[in-house]
């Protein structure tokens, strides 16, 4: 009988520590991400995490009838890295991340955990729009009261 408990028992813990491994360390995507970066801020209670917004081209649908632009909410778990991306907010970035299938407290808020950055670049200007020619009025004069 204590054969059998401790069997289990190890049978128990080893499946505890496979979930947990899947779970919280195993990378189950890795990509490419590219936009403007919106903001990158350290903060939390417990455990402070770098969290950072990028805003992707395109506009989706996630209900009919509403439209919203591509956002992707991202965690950096490198100091270093995210102090570069603090300072590059409002620029186009291409920034490498791993996907896990959850998040622990210490490595940031969300799934998505950015460990490098590819590219940065200033964004381009829009060109100015072309107004229709108006014609030349006379300027006004507002008298004082």
């Not at 054969?3 to 995507?29: N, P």
């Not at 209670?45 to 805003?55: A, D, N, Q, S």
Request: charged share 20%.
């Amino acid at each position: 009988m204590r054969k059998v408990v401790s069997i289990t028992t190890l049978l128990l813990i080893v499946a505890g520590a496979i979930f947990f491994y899947v779970r919280f360390y195993f990378v189950f995507g890795e990509g490419v991400k590219s936009g403007e970066l919106n903001y990158v801020v350290r903060k939390g209670v417990i455990f402070k995490t770098y969290e950072g917004k990028l805003i992707q081209s395109g506009i989706r649908s996630r209900a009919a009838g509403s439209i919203q632009s591509y956002e992707f909410d991202f965690s950096v778990e490198n100091k270093r890295i995210a102090e570069q991306l603090m300072l590059q907010s409002g620029h186009i970035v291409e920034l490498h991340y791993k996907e896990y299938f959850g998040s622990l407290p210490w490595r940031g808020f969300t799934k998505y955990v950015v460990d490098s950055i590819i590219v940065t670049r200033q964004p381009q200007p829009s060109e100015p729009a072309t107004l229709p020619a108006e014609e030349p009025t006379t300027p006004s004069v507002v008298e004082e009261i």
